[in-house]
T-cell receptor
C-alpha cells in the first residue's frame, strides 16, 4: 500500500543550527503528508502537515519541503533548540485505504 | 479543545488473557484509528472506524478487534494475549474530509 524510507536514523545538531530530516515514499497519494514529534512516554504529536499539491509549508521554525515528482519530502527545523530533542516521524498516506505508513523515525539531539 | 484521550495509560496482563483499551476522540471527530508502536516494527496501522463501521484494517490477526460507539468513542480488544503484543497502542482521530491525524498518548501494554 505504501513504503516510506526516513533518514537519518539519528541526528546531532548544535543549538541554533538547522536540523534536516528526509523521507521518500513509493506510491502517489492525495491526502496530507504529516510530520510528528514524539517525546518519551508520549504519543506522536502532529507537528506540521502538507498537502501534495503544495511545494512548501512553513510554521514558525518548522518547514516542510515537498517534491512530488521525486516522491520526497523533508522537515527543516531552523534555529534548533534543546527542547526540540525528540524522535521525529514522517508519514505518507496509504493508497487504497485511509491509513498512514510511517517512517522508522529520526532521533534528534540538540546540544546546548 | 481537548485532545485524544486514552485509558488506561498502563496495563500489565498475563499471556492468554484479553484486554480492552478505550479511546475518546477530539470533539467533533468521527474517524478513529488505532496504531501499534513497538521498537522493532515501529508504528503500524491496526484499523480505522467511522460512524460505528470499520472502514479499513491493517495486517494484524483476528485477535485484534475494535468497535466504535455512536458518540465516536472507540474501544480496542486483544484476545489471547501473546508476549509479542507488548507495545504502545495509540488511538488517533481526524476530522471530516482530508485532515491530519491527531494521536493520543497511548496505552502501554505489557504482557508477561
Amino acid at each position: 500500500q505504501q513504503q516510506v524510507k526516513q533518514s537519518p536514523q539519528s541526528l546531532i545538531v548544535q543549538k541554533g543550527g538547522i536540523s534536516i530530516i528526509n523521507c521518500a515514499y513509493e506510491n502517489t497519494a492525495f491526502d496530507y503528508f504529516p510530520w510528528y514529534q514524539q517525546f518519551p512516554g508520549k504519543g506522536p504529536a502532529l507537528l506540521i502537515a502538507i498537502r501534495p499539491d503544495v511545494s512548501e509549508k512553513k510554521e514558525g521554525r518548522f518547514t516542510i519541503s515537498f517534491n512530488k515528482s521525486a516522491k520526497q519530502f523533508s522537515l527543516h527545523i531552523m534555529d534548533s533548540q534543546p527542547g526540540d530533542s525528540a524522535t521525529y516521524f514522517c508519514a505518507a498516506p496509504d493508497t487504497g485505504r485511509r491509513a498512514l505508513t510511517f517512517g522508522s523515525g529520526t532521533r534528534l539531539q540538540v546540544q546546548p | 479543545k481537548a485532545g485524544v484521550t486514552q485509558t488506561p495509560r498502563y496495563l500489565i496482563k498475563t499471556r492468554g488473557q484479553q484486554v480492552t483499551l478505550s479511546c475518546s476522540p477530539i470533539s467533533g471527530h468521527r474517524s478513529v484509528s488505532w496504531y501499534q508502536q513497538t521498537p522493532g516494527q515501529g508504528l503500524q496501522f491496526l484499523f480505522e472506524y467511522f460512524s460505528e463501521t470499520q472502514r479499513n484494517k491493517g495486517n494484524f490477526p483476528g485477535r485484534f478487534s475494535g468497535r466504535q460507539f455512536s458518540n465516536s468513542r472507540s474501544e480496542m480488544n486483544v484476545s489471547t494475549l501473546e508476549l509479542g503484543d507488548s507495545a504502545l497502542y495509540l488511538c488517533a482521530s481526524r476530522g471530516t474530509g482530508e485532515s491530519p491525524l491527531h494521536f493520543g498518548n497511548g496505552t502501554r501494554l505489557t504482557v508477561t
